[in-house]
């Protein structure tokens, strides 16, 4: 079993609505989350981070982190076509230091016109 | 505001070959990851160090080995390439932080083995 596991997709919403993605992770250790956000045959770009319970907005993003539920979310809000790209959920399992991201498979989302 | 910086952006060999590719990080970052995408696949951990020493070891080869100078830039080294070493391989940087290691990406280097 993956440690961070996302719902692959196609995740498909209209232009203008809320784009809702998820993801779980096994590790309670866990200290701080990413969304990354990646267009085909492109480098992963950071959207935000968090590592507190309760939410966090920087402009239309909005990510939410339920620790004692093992998850975090990321709204996307007035979805626009260029939000159309695969979001990556990475975790950092031991929290802090040098250690590597961990990755979930990441949610292609598609935003209609 | 300078970035990650990686070389060869693209790159093919034949089976058996040797590649090295070379990940320059955002100045004052201390922190350097290498990541393998294959096609479809999610980015996966291969190593990292923090001050020139291994920091994190992820599912990296013994086929591969890695280092950090004392510019901090690094250096993946490929032995006895194989075809399924084909893909994106990226390297971040990070400052050393305490609660969150935010790392960014260079645009990656791709590849290709024939």
């Known amino acids: 079993q993956k440690e961070v596991e996302q719902n692959s997709g196609p995740l498909s919403v209209p232009e203008g609505a809320i784009a809702s993605l998820n993801c779980t992770y096994s590790?309670?250790?866990?200290?701080?989350f990413f969304w990354y956000r990646q267009y085909s045959g492109k480098s992963p770009e950071l959207i935000m981070f968090?590592?507190?319970?309760g939410d966090k907005e920087d402009g239309r993003f909005t990510a939410q982190l339920n620790k004692a539920s093992q998850y975090v979310s990321l709204l996307i809000r007035d979805s626009q076509p260029s939000d159309s790209a695969t979001y990556l959920c990475?975790?950092?399992?031991?929290?802090?230091?040098?250690?590597?991201?961990?990755f979930g498979k990441g949610t292609h989302l598609i935003i209609q016109p | 505001a300078a970035g990650v910086i990686q070389s060869p952006r693209h790159l093919i060999k034949e089976k058996r070959e040797t590649a090295t590719l070379k990940c320059y990080p955002i100045?004052?970052?201390?922190?350097v990851y290498w990541y393998q995408q294959g096609p479809g696949q999610d980015p996966q951990f291969l190593i990292s160090?923090?001050?020139?020493?291994?920091?994190d070891k992820g599912s990296i080869p013994d086929r591969f080995s890695a280092q950090q100078f004392s510019d901090y830039h690094s250096e993946l080294n490929m032995s006895s390439l194989e075809l399924g070493d084909s893909a994106l391989y990226f390297c971040?940087?990070?400052?050393?932080?305490?609660?969150?290691?935010?790392?960014?990406f260079g645009a990656g280097s791709r590849l290709t083995v024939l």
């Open positions: 971040a940087s990070s400052p050393h932080e305490v609660e969150a290691n935010v790392l960014t």
């Open positions: 590790d309670r250790g866990s200290q701080s």
């Open positions: 968090i590592y507190s319970n």
């Open positions: 990475a975790v950092n399992l031991a929290g802090g230091g040098a250690d590597g991201l961990t």
């Open positions: 100045p004052r970052h201390d922190t």
């Open positions: 160090f923090y001050e020139k020493m291994q920091s």
